[in-house]
């Protein structure tokens, strides 16, 4: 398989590892295993209390944090995670050998997504040890960030360019840096919502919006200045070659998924799925802008 081909299909399962990332933390399930790399001490996760040792509440009481009976579901969403997460890496490793034919300008950024991820892999580590340290989970999704980056550079690298205008191609700049930071005041929203969750307790979800601080009416206003900017960029593109790839309906159709979610988990108490698909949307929306930035270049 060409290092095309096998590129993107590890881009897609990127993806959908951050979805299952993202139904992992709505679910409340980034306990599920106390352990890593094994799950509950086993290769494969236990399916029912007796399949743990009698004392497991005493053995991982400390691991868990207080959490201390055993939760089936939540404990194969987060092996399940895992799961992909080492696929994920299998597809990086994979596409890093491919990529060694390719010269050192196609190598070095797919190498520095292969160490990213990596890296990832590791702090995913210590996001268990630390039980989800708040900045540990940023740092978390940041380094997501850096691999959807430079694993975009690596595919779009030896392609032709669409020649745009400087004042149009920074339209697209300045709305890739817009949904950078909605994405991080996202992250400190979701760690906020830990702390409520910790303090209200998982039957109280119909207060846990009410009970956010202003970092959630932040990102929730700052929801405008994407629209506001995303419009300018649309009316910039207009005419240009790159109105007539996939690229403006795609980051119209993400912004709507990404609104329309927004909406549910601010007036419907966070329905079920509501919050990864808010996440995924937003990411997919920043590989858009990127891949349009590396797909471009100023006349």
């Not at 399916?47 to 055993?70: A, R």
Request: charged share 15%; net charge positive.
């Amino acid at each position: 398989m060409t290092f095309q081909r096998f590129g993107t299909i590890t881009l897609i399962s990127l993806y959908v590892l951050i979805l299952a990332g993202g139904i992992v933390r709505s679910t409340g399930s980034g306990m599920g295993c106390p352990d890593w790399p094994k799950c509950f001490g086993q290769l494969v996760p236990p399916t029912h209390i007796s399949e743990l040792p009698f004392n497991y509440q005493e053995i991982y009481k400390e691991k868990l944090h207080g959490e201390v009976l055993f939760n089936p579901t939540k404990t194969w969403i987060e092996y399940l995670n895992r799961l992909m997460g080492a696929l994920t890496g299998l597809f990086m490793a994979t596409t890093l050998a491919l990529s060694i034919k390719k010269g050192r300008r196609v190598f070095l950024p797919t190498l520095a997504a292969f160490l990213l991820v990596m890296a990832n892999a590791v702090l995913g580590k210590y996001v268990v040890d630390s039980f989800l340290l708040p900045g540990v989970v940023t740092m978390h999704m940041l380094l997501t960030t850096g691999v959807l980056f430079f694993l975009l550079k690596a595919l779009q690298t030896d392609k032709p360019k669409i020649d745009l205008a400087q004042s149009q191609r920074k339209w697209i700049t300045i709305n890739a840096f817009i949904i950078c930071i909605q994405i991080l005041l996202g992250t400190q929203v979701r760690e906020n919502m830990d702390e409520v969750i910790r303090a209200l307790g998982e039957n109280a979800k119909a207060q846990w919006i009410e009970n956010l601080d202003l970092g959630y009416i932040t990102h929730r206003t700052f929801s405008w200045a994407i629209l506001i900017s995303h419009y300018f960029l649309w009316k910039n593109v207009q005419g240009t070659e790159l109105n007539n790839t996939p690229y403006v309906r795609a980051f119209v159709f993400c912004i709507g998924i990404s609104l329309i979610s927004g909406v549910l988990m601010a007036y419907f108490a966070l329905p079920m799925g509501s919050q990864p698909i808010h996440l995924t949307s937003s990411l997919v929306l920043l590989g858009l802008h990127v891949h349009a930035w590396l797909k471009t270049r100023s006349i």
